[in-house]
């Protein structure tokens, strides 16, 4: 890694930091220590796939990126300094004259970026070739099989073949300031000898593209699993509430108060979930059925009651005397302190965001764009806005002090300490509203099981039900991760 390309990996993390409240690295150990390879990955999130794969794979990676971007003030610059390479799209052409210098382009770029991956290096490329708000990879394309037959072609004999690496990158919220991610990554993809041949000198294009086809089919098989891949958010909101549901239950049956799920327990739970309904689908399709409407019903009780599966555990009978005097003095805190520092944070910050809001309404087509907009434009839009501020408190302490000479005369202290508190009160003005829901919904539990015990006996009885009915769907498959004695998910070698 060059100085400059370290120094960029060193900014792109602060910023992925800052904009997540917590990233989560696996499988660092599955990505090989020797040898070029193609990191393939699904596409919903616009620039923050990439930046999160330039920012924690272990090793220099070159990206092939749609050319338009390299027009972009700032991030052009970046993506020259860490060595990107320019892709033409079809639909950014017309015309034969547009047509022809777009596949010269591309095979000037596949060229450059195969010669990287023969010499050693790693790419990363989302073969669907497009950003997306779908629940499962879209059409999948011959790019990453091209570029792998042409990497393999220069590559020596003496060295390893080129790796095809899948990565999954979840989202807790993909456009929500402060949520969480997780990133994955993968075995290299096990190729039979086919496949992994070179082609030949003279090998008929029809050949050729059988094996791009048949390559291809299995990155997007890959690129399937890795990302848990389901036919519509609907079945993927039940999958997530039967992970929680069964997590609730057994942390019940254990006689456990488990604190809420990290997102990386949260992703292998689901995948657990995910694998037992893709095989019991095929194999079992009618207990499935009845089973995704229970569900369904359950979830929509939940739902109005605004409760969460484990919160139907939280009686009152079982609270500490000093729980009820804590959770005021939270309130308290919440509703009655937090709001001044969040005003002055409203009030410094208030033009930037409206800013940013528009520029992201005006320029993210789709929930995959607004991520991109809001980390790049609030990286440097909110910490210059933060300064102007801090300048101009620093003025009026000293201007201040030259009219009322009694008042102390503190310009950097007032600068500083409004630097601070813009920062903060920003942070907070973001977060707030989740803040008090979550307080508000602690007390809402409270009220809700003293006015609602019945319900919530019922809604008790049906999440056992639905348990013992995953149980029985799940019994002899081989799911990943494994179960600990307190209901939690762990990783198998955990």
């Known amino acids: 890694m060059t100085r400059t390309y370290r120094s960029i990996i060193a900014v792109t993390r602060v910023l992925v930091r800052i904009f997540f409240r917590q990233v989560e690295v696996t499988g660092e150990e599955n990505v090989p220590e020797t040898g070029g390879g193609i990191v393939v990955a699904a596409h919903p999130n616009g620039l923050v796939d ?35 390479v320019p892709l033409y799209r079809a639909v950014d052409t017309s015309g034969a004259q547009g047509k022809k210098a777009r596949r010269a382009g591309n095979k000037k770029a596949l060229d450059a970026l195969a010669g990287a991956v023969a010499g050693g290096r790693f790419t990363a490329l989302f073969p669907e070739g497009v950003s997306h708000d779908e629940p499962r990879p879209q059409e999948i394309r011959t790019g990453a099989a091209r570029l792998f ?9 003496d060295a ?10 979840h989202y807790d919220q993909k456009n929500v300031f402060r949520s969480d991610a ?23 294009e029809e050949d050729l593209k059988a094996r791009y086809a048949g ?44 604190s809420e799920a990290a997102i990386g327990e949260r992703l292998l739970g689901f995948a657990r979930v995910w694998s037992g309904f893709q095989e019991r689908a095929s194999t079992h399709p009618e207990e499935t059925d009845r089973l995704m409407e229970r569900l369904g019903k359950y979830d929509r009780d939940l739902r109005a009651l605004h409760l969460e599966d484990h919160e139907l555990d939280e009686t009152l009978q079982s ?16 509703y009655f302190l937090m709001p001044p520092l969040l005003l002055f944070g409203v009030a410094v910050n208030a033009l930037t965001a409206l800013g ?35 300048i101009l408190a620093g003025w009026a302490a000293t201007s201040l002090h030259e009219a009322y000479p009694f008042i102390p005369e503190a310009p950097m202290v007032a600068a500083i300490a409004t630097f ?10 973001v977060r707030y509203r989740s803040l008090a829901r979550e307080t508000r919904r602690a007390l809402q539990v409270r009220l809700t099981r003293a006015k609602r015990s019945a319900t919530i006996e019922r809604l008790r009885a049906e999440r056992s039900a639905i348990f013992e009915a995953v149980m029985a769907l799940a019994k002899d498959l081989q799911l990943p991760g494994s179960v600990a004695a307190d209901g939690r998910i762990v990783a198998s070698n955990d």
């Open 356 to 390: 940013l809001i528009a520029v992201t309404k005006y320029s993210a087509k789709l929930n995959k764009d607004e991520a991109t907009i809001k980390l790049l434009v609030g990286a440097v839009a909110f910490p210059i806005t933060w300064l102007v501020a801090a």
């Open 149 to 157: 037959y042409s990497a393999i072609a220069q590559t020596p004999k």
């Open 50 to 84: 990439p930046i999160l794969i330039l920012t924690y794979f272990p090793r220099p990676i070159v990206f092939g990126a749609r050319h338009g971007l390299f027009r972009w003030p700032l991030l052009g610059w970046i993506m020259r300094q860490i060595g990107t």
């Open 160 to 169: 390893p073949p080129p790796a095809i690496l899948p990565v999954g990158l």
């Open 215 to 258: 390559l291809t089919r299995e990155i997007e098989q890959a690129l399937h699993e890795v990302v848990y891949a389901v036919d519509s958010w609907e079945i993927d909101r039940l999958l997530q509430r039967t992970s929680k549901l069964v997590r609730a239950e057994r942390a019940h049956r254990a006689g456990s108060a488990l």
């Open 182 to 204: 997780v990133v994955v990554f993968h075995p290299p993809l096990p190729l039979d000898a086919k496949l992994m041949a070179p082609p030949l000198p003279d090998e008929p």
């Open 420 to 429: 601070i508190f813009a920062a903060v009160g920003g942070v907070l003005a």
């Open 319 to 334: 609270d500490k005397p000093w729980r009820p005097f804590v959770l005021v003095l939270h309130a308290l805190f919440v």
